[in-house]
């Protein structure tokens, strides 16, 4: 199948830029020095081709995400690096047959892990993003009540995500290097092998974590990849022209097909005026007419590839694999 | 099953005032004079309710919705009220056994139908929305070349969406006046009985159109219920608090659970103050516990709903129906 054949909107990633972006990647932080984050492109195809090059263990947001990869076979080492407090779903997880670590940061989590029946945690720190972990100071009671409940504690994680709106490298790399002193106070308390950090745009620059969670790098999108220069955008939303009016033209791809949470897309060649439920209205530099294609760059990767069943890898103009994106939902 | 003992997040709808939203419409615009708009809510399940307090027409946005809608036993008189040029989709919607009616604007958009089999159409109207819609003073020639290759022209169709944004209730309805004469200056040129036009935010100012194509009253949302009083939101996500630190909580209801083109959602006795991929961080007014339950209310209905895979529909705290979301996608 060709490009050009395909029903829009099409999630599309361009195989050799994602390949050329994970090769870089696993030249930079090879093995287990990266952990790849699936919530990036929930999709076990993608995680594959993350394995092959190199990467045994991965990274999850959620619980469907972790038994996903382990129903794929990629249950090597897996990482639940957030919070829960779902029975079911530690039981679930707990019985995957994969190895999976679990993000603790409270009693009550460290708790719901034990009685069900997890068997390895991280001691999740806050390293100055308002989110999850406990206080660094609260890290060693944190891991001596899951070693009393009988829980592996393997160490320590921080996500050093304030950096993401830090475009300045040498910025970044300070305000990194403040939060991994954090995260080192909490895990000289804790203990253990791990110390789990980092994300895309501090790949480079995070060197007191022993593993990063970069999940971006993959896809990349146009808020991150200006932090991230050594990799490309590789995905895009493909689109037809369904309407054009003197002064604008519309493509059939809207609110449902793209995260907009980072701002509207952005179209090659084309200024973007709204985006609705089904439509992204834009101004185009040239001419359009109705029928012909767009592509439609993303301004955030991970709650754009949650809209789509499947996503399309094109080299040139050939259409030579479809994914599902198969780990959507919770 | 009880609404605490669903995984969370959970797309919730509150089932009493979902039928009060639904008795409010069809009150104020009986039978034909509403055509509800699936794209609100891409739920075969609760388009039954609405053709159960008596409206027998649909409007959809996507081939999906119209393919699910007549698959579903709903197919008495459906409008797909979006132009597409794609032969593989109008072809299944020509064959799909429901009456269907399509909106074209172009001739690009006229071609397409009638090749794929297409037998009725409506003419789309730019009425001051920059979007779909030929110019008022080319409808009759769209009209004519629609006829001339056998299809059955219904009438005429114009989405006044700018007023969606003019909170002013006697703005918005000069600005639907304005709007609708120029679909009466097309209607006089195309002829047919169907004027099919307005919104949530228009069906009781919209005095033009022969049915009013609202979708948003039924779940109504955040940022629409202010412009629409008779109509309570009745759709929230439920979600768990897995994180709290000195100063914020964070639950487990993020940018993959909440359309977010119109900002963030609203938490009752709470703040919002960041949503990320799978966290939202909170200050609640009181103490909130690990493990608690919130309410999070999307400020947009329609890119949440496309979201999730499944409604449940509560009654108090009784869970009493379970509703695939079936019309995602395209």
Redesign the interface.
Known sequence: MKLGDL???ALVVDGPTLDANLATMAAACPGTRCRPHV?AHKTTALARRQAEVGHPGFTA??AREVLGLAAAGLGTDLLLA?????A??LAAIARCGARVTVAV??D??VDAAAAAGIREVLVDV?VGL??????PDDAGRVAARARAAGLEVRGVMGYE?QVTIVTDRDERAAVTEQAMALLARAHDAVGGDVVSAGATVTYDLNTYATEIQAGSYALMDSAFAPMAPAFRPALWVEA?I???????A?A?CG??AL???HGPPTVDGARV???????L?IRPDAPV???ERIRVWPA?V??TV????RMEVVVGEEVVETWPVDL???
């Not at 308002?130 to 206080?135: A, Q, V």
């Not at 949650?306 to 069943?309: D, P, V």
Request: proline letters at 8%; hydrophobic letters at 30%; a negative charge.
């Open positions: 029903a829009t909107p919530k947001a959620t957030n919070e829960t407090v779902d079911a779903r940061d409270s009550a989590t806050d308002p989110r999850c972990g406990c206080p995500g037809t369904i309407s054009v009016s003197p002064g604008w519309v059939d609110l449902k995260g907009m949470d005026l709204v985006v609705s439920d089904e439509h209205t007419r109705v029928g955030h991970d709650p949650a809209y789509h069943e959507r939902g919770w």
